[in-house]
């Protein structure tokens, strides 16, 4: 039975339960009098023993699903004469590969022929896997099933226990986003680890060259390949520093407007037209950075007798960046303003102030923490995005603190390394996975630091 | 007669000609309000209000929830701009001024009439930043002797002074409600305004608090004027010297807070003293 149908049939016996279990709590209550002398209501019963079917039912077939793979491989490798079982990783993958091919039918002929008990092997451990678990995890629901149907007491405390598994299963929820991080970040720590091996660490982050390209053999100069990443990261926070000046003056004014000030019409104009402006793809806004903005920055500085602007410039990606942003800043800044009580406003005017000494001295003080964490999510922004660097800041690694030559990112530098055809374990690959640590180590340290500013300058008002 | 209906309270206002007792003052008067209309977009909130607030008197303004005090309290010092559909009719003077005309710079009238709010609202700053926060934007120090002399007099007079002048630095929203309603009169009074209003100033404290605001009132109607609104009737017998009635958006009747509250003239002033509504 495959996997699908499976799940289906636990869905209708888990349903069943339900039905039986509730019909079951009120009939039981006939015996004391009637439904309103059981501890919880009648869909609570029925809740809970489906709960005890379907839990144990869900498990065992989650925990088969993820361990079944790995043990038919390590029992049809045993099979395998001895020199294939000495094989490293990758090369043991291309067997399995190979075996599972066979198996499948996709291709036909083996390179070897010791292959062939392998395939006949696995031919039957999957026959035996998919019955095995067919029958436990149907057993193992309808048992579950029926002791929590048999559970069924008026005394029961159903409502409690079932408050209980729903308290489980949103713990369960908020476990998933959790692990799924430190999967994440493993990896990446795992293949940086790899990176390192090859590149000494020192020089990754110390270096101030960068030039990734390896060449294909040995004779050609240049072969080695240059790790410092110390120019994409004066990129990266040269242009998303750009972007902030731009954005948060910008945006927090802009919330201010449209709290403080503007009348609720004209607020109700401008707010739409701020989330367009959140609305538009960053690749548009990447060719209008390339197209339009770069060249008129290009002619405006030559104009006034710069030279050496490049056609793609840090200046010209951090701009847009900065107005892809401002929605953000703004909306952000627009709710923690708008907390901010009205009695404290009140005060402030009752004590003769202007709104321009009520924003500055009251509200923005009050509204601070909001602010600054409105200001660190378009930080994480501007370090993460991609798209407008690549089309407007080019792709070339200088160490530079002149924005208007032509930069490069961490973020892009990333994307280049794994388009295209890599082999997996080269420096050149592997060096995303540390730029991707390095990247996520300084978003965490501004976060941390931000925090403790917040916590630091905090006014409460409740 | 017992309770009315609101249908009832119509009709009775049908014939209205004026308030009862005498709203306005020969002399001594520091604020004056003539044929005061309030209106909420469309919606009528008080009607012809005449009424004169004399010089070291506390008035006290009491009525059923909704009467409307609240809302005439504060078009005494313009409060009821910062609402978009709040507007006002009628001539309001102070000291001869009217406040509601062209040349009127507001933030020189609320240094003017300062004000005290229902709920405590201290700003998130210090104890002592919150008392500079008016002589600070009025510019009416330049040195940081004369600011902290204006902080210390202003807590003093609000008898908070022994309860702080250890702690001026911290955080004004860790003192009590009481404290910080004391407080707040001290930011306001730290401006040295002619007119006090007060919006139900105890009506979130405990009893006791409640008592020291009051003795607190009865001081400071040496130099001030003061103008309060408050539910409890007790409260306006035991702080102030004249008393007005209002009733859905009119004054009904104002006079001598033992007359209003010994022999009221008007039927609903009686009904309201006695507690047979409100």
């Given at each position: ?462 | ?56 008197e506390v008035l006290a303004m009491i009525g059923p929830s909704g009467c409307g005090k609240s809302t005439f309290l504060r078009t005494l010092n313009r409060m009821n701009d910062t609402i978009d559909i709040c507007r006002v009719k009628g001539d309001i003077h102070l000291d001869g001024d009217n406040i509601y005309d062209k040349k009127m710079d507001v933030v020189n009238l609320r240094a003017r009439v300062g004000m005290v709010f229902q709920k405590p609202n201290p700003f998130p700053k210090s104890i002592y930043d919150n008392v500079a926060y008016g002589p600070r934007i009025h510019g009416l120090v330049t040195r940081k002797a004369e600011l902290d002399e204006i902080v210390e007099t202003a807590l003093q007079k609000a008898s908070i002074w022994n309860e702080v002048k250890d702690r001026l630095d911290q955080p004004a929203t860790g003192l009590s409600g009481g404290q910080q309603q004391r407080l707040c009169i001290a930011r306001t009074i730290a401006v040295s305004p002619e007119v006090i209003l007060m919006d139900e100033p105890c009506s979130a404290l405990d009893p006791i608090a409640t008592a ?67």
């Amino acid at each position: 039975m495959t996997s699908s149908s499976l799940f289906l049939l636990l869905i209708i016996i888990v349903a069943a339960v339900f039905v039986l279990g509730r019909k079951r709590s009120v009939d039981v209550a006939q015996s004391v009098g009637g439904i309103r002398y059981l501890h919880s209501l009648p869909n609570y019963y029925g809740l809970l023993a489906a709960a005890w079917a379907a839990i144990p039912g869900v498990i065992l077939l989650a925990l088969w699903s993820a361990f079944q793979d790995v043990i038919i491989q390590n029992s049809v490798f045993s099979l395998l004469p001895e020199s294939y079982q000495a094989l490293s990783g990758s090369r043991l993958d291309l067997v399995w590969a190979e075996i599972y091919n066979l198996q499948k039918g996709i291709i036909t002929e083996a390179s070897d022929p010791a292959f062939y008990p392998a395939v006949e092997a696995l031919n039957n451990l999957m026959t035996t896997s998919t019955t095995g678990r067919t029958v436990l995890v149907i057993a193992l629901t309808v048992l579950g099933g029926v002791w929590g149907w048999r559970l069924i007491k008026p005394e029961q405390r159903a409502r409690n226990q079932f408050e209980k598994v729903v308290e489980a299963l949103l713990l369960a929820s908020s476990m998933i986003a959790i692990l799924t991080t430190v999967g994440i970040v493993f990896s990446v720590v795992f293949e940086s680890i790899r990176f390192f091996h090859k590149v000494p660490f020192t020089e990754f982050v110390f270096g101030i060259k960068w030039s990734p390209q390896i060449a294909i053999n040995a004779e050609v100069a240049g072969s080695s390949g240059a790790f410092g990443a110390i120019p994409l990261f004066v990129g990266t926070l040269m242009i998303a520093g750009i972007a902030l000046l731009v954005a948060v003056p910008v945006g927090l004014m802009t919330a201010v407007y449209l709290v403080e000030y503007a009348s609720s019409r004209v607020r109700s104009i401008i707010k739409p037209l701020l989330e367009v402006l959140a609305g538009i793809p960053t690749v548009v806004y990447g060719f209008f950075a390339a197209l339009t903005m770069a060249p008129k920055l290009k002619g405006f500085f030559e104009g006034i007798g710069v030279n050496g602007v490049s056609s793609e410039s840090a200046l010209a990606a951090g701009l847009v960046m900065g107005i892809m942003i401002i929605p953000f800043v703004s909306s952000l800044a627009d709710d923690v303003i708008n907390a901010v009580p009205r009695s404290l406003r009140d005060g402030s005017y009752g004590l003769g102030a202007t709104k321009s000494e009520t924003v500055k001295q009251v509200i923005f003080p009050a509204a601070l923490p909001g602010i600054v964490s409105g200001v660190l999510l378009a930080a994480s922004r501007a370090i993460g995005e991609t798209m407008i660097v690549v089309m407007a800041a080019g792709l070339a690694a200088n160490l530079t603190a002149n924005p208007l030559e032509a930069v490069t990112t961490v973020t892009v530098q990333i994307a280049t390394l794994l388009v295209g055809d890599q082999e997996f374990d080269s420096a050149k690959t592997l060096a995303a996975f540390a730029l991707g640590l390095m990247l996520f180590f300084v978003t965490l340290m501004l976060n941390v630091i931000a925090l403790a500013v917040v916590k630091r300058f905090r006014e409460q008002y409740d | 007669m017992t309770t009315n209906t609101n249908d009832e309270l119509a009709q009775i206002f049908e014939g209205w000609s004026s308030t009862v007792g005498k709203p306005t003052l020969k002399d001594n008067a520091r604020m004056t309000t003539r044929g005061v209309d309030v209106f909420y977009g469309e919606k009528q909130a008080i009607f012809g209000v005449d009424l004169d607030i004399g010089k070291n008197e506390v008035l006290a303004m009491i009525g059923p929830s909704g009467c409307g005090k609240s809302t005439f309290l504060r078009t005494l010092n313009r409060m009821n701009d910062t609402i978009d559909i709040c507007r006002v009719k009628g001539d309001i003077h102070l000291d001869g001024d009217n406040i509601y005309d062209k040349k009127m710079d507001v933030v020189n009238l609320r240094a003017r009439v300062g004000m005290v709010f229902q709920k405590p609202n201290p700003f998130p700053k210090s104890i002592y930043d919150n008392v500079a926060y008016g002589p600070r934007i009025h510019g009416l120090v330049t040195r940081k002797a004369e600011l902290d002399e204006i902080v210390e007099t202003a807590l003093q007079k609000a008898s908070i002074w022994n309860e702080v002048k250890d702690r001026l630095d911290q955080p004004a929203t860790g003192l009590s409600g009481g404290q910080q309603q004391r407080l707040c009169i001290a930011r306001t009074i730290a401006v040295s305004p002619e007119v006090i209003l007060m919006d139900e100033p105890c009506s979130a404290l405990d009893p006791i608090a409640t008592a020291r605001i009051e003795e607190l009132i009865a001081e400071l109607s040496e130099n001030f004027t003061i103008a309060i609104v408050t539910h409890s009737m007790q409260q306006a017998a035991r702080v102030s010297s004249r008393t007005a009635y209002f009733h859905l958006g009119r004054l009904v009747e104002v006079g001598a807070t033992d007359k209003i509250f010994t022999a009221p003239e008007h039927r609903l002033t009686e009904d309201y003293i006695t507690g047979r509504f409100g």
